[in-house]
């Protein structure tokens, strides 16, 4: 097929003075009306296409994010295959020639994460029966720093390397290498200056009931070994997604979780908050040397099998990076500090209370994070289809995610009840936070779509805002008179967060549907 036969027009006289030829009669429709789409197929199915609208009224307009329109979606269009760059032929496990629809992804990730934290779910439970409730409280602080600063020096790398690294090709190693050599000697840092400005920290892994009471030596190695490992096994899962082995991390989730609640039940009775810090740090450390090595080989598999090479540069990876990385340190703290603050202010009976109902919010919300995480490595396969691919997330999360919340609003007093009469009494509010969650759904498919999009500061400021209120209504709610149910006591800060979360999901929602309404409609 060539040119003329595709924008249906005859060729002009060869020279000048040779006669005009005959025009041969027109049997499609006039040019300028609405013209069959022209389909050029690439030369492999897997290639993303490329869709031009042709010039007409001057030039073409490109999508507009996420369900946007097309400026002249009526012309007629023609479709052109464009190759990939730094892709791999066809990967390792796959049928050749085979689509890749990128549902395996998000769905890997969200187990995996679910798997951690229902892990983490049933390691409390695990511990409250076991040990002396004073030592849970100990221990579950240095739990919750190491991951707190863990997840703050991850600086949202492994959502870049979701990104980057399937067109990086035989640069890949230079991008996995440098990506890791940054993440651990950060947090090990980090970790040692916050152990050593927290030395009762250092205390409880040392199995000291204070500072004073010996040397913490121990315990200080022990927490910086699990801040770094904590935040490269988490970019870990990461990788091998971006380098189609998204099903690997379910089982090295899975086998990391028997794994250290088999050292729970097996050190926690002995050793107390020592013994769960042991059972938390040492499949950390495991797991990620092992890891490693498994990714250095794959890395190498991958990058020999890449065509061509395309990595970011230093200003667009810092553009990208800088604001996503405070949005990530904020997530951080939502999840870690909401429960510090409650204790505090409401008192440790309420704040027990609301831990526990806590991690099971958790547990929804970073694994619909993770979910939505998929779509970055998804776009940038094919980038062409983004707005696509984002419409097709939505539906699939909302199918996955919402039955789940149906069924924890109906088992929201059973399930509690296995921790005890005290926790039952919050049964009501860990059904109005998950209603809450619903509408946290539309804002974590916004903050996915910004991020694969690489729309880094509108990701930040959407982020940063729905985490700083949820803090705010904790932190300036009036407490409790003496003598509140844990019910009435913790009531104020559910509606709060649904509150937080309906203005969100308004703020994603409403500016779309008004731009929609109010544009002029295009006349032909």
Known sequence: MTARDVAGIDPPAQRAGHPRPTPRPRTGPVPGADEPTVVLPPHDADEPTVELPPAVGGSAASAQGSGGDVAGSESPTVVLGVVAPASTPDEPGTTPGRKKSGVGDGLALSISSALGSLAGFLSWLLAARIMPQEEVGRASAVVSAFILIGGCAQLNINVGLLRWLPGSGRKASRLVWGSLFLIMPLSAVVGLVYVLIVPDLGATASGLLS???????????????????????????????????PWWTVWRNGLFAVARIGLLIALGAGLGAQGLVVS??????????????????LVRRFARRAEGSVLPSRREAVSFLGPTAVAQIGS??????????VTLRFGPGPGAAFFIVWQAVSVVDIAATFYMDSLAVQTAREPLRAAALARAAQRRMMVLFLPVLGLAIMLAQPVLLIFGPGYAEASRILQILMIGLVFRLVVVHELGVRQAAGAALAFSRLQLVNTLLVLAVVAVLPTPPAGSTTDSALLPIALGYVAVQVLSAAAVLVPPALRRRLRPEVKR
């Open 332 to 341: 951080a703290l939502l999840y870690n500090q909401v429960t510090l603050l």
């Open 211 to 245: 500072p004073g009471d010996g040397s913490i030596g121990v315990g200080v190695l022990l927490f910086v070994l699990a801040c770094a490992g904590w935040a490269v096994f988490v970019v870990h899962d990461f990788i091998l997604v971006a380098m189609h082995r």
């Open 280 to 297: 938390w740090v040492v499949p950390i450390v495991v797991w990620t040397v092992g890891g490693t090595l498994v990714i250095a080989l």
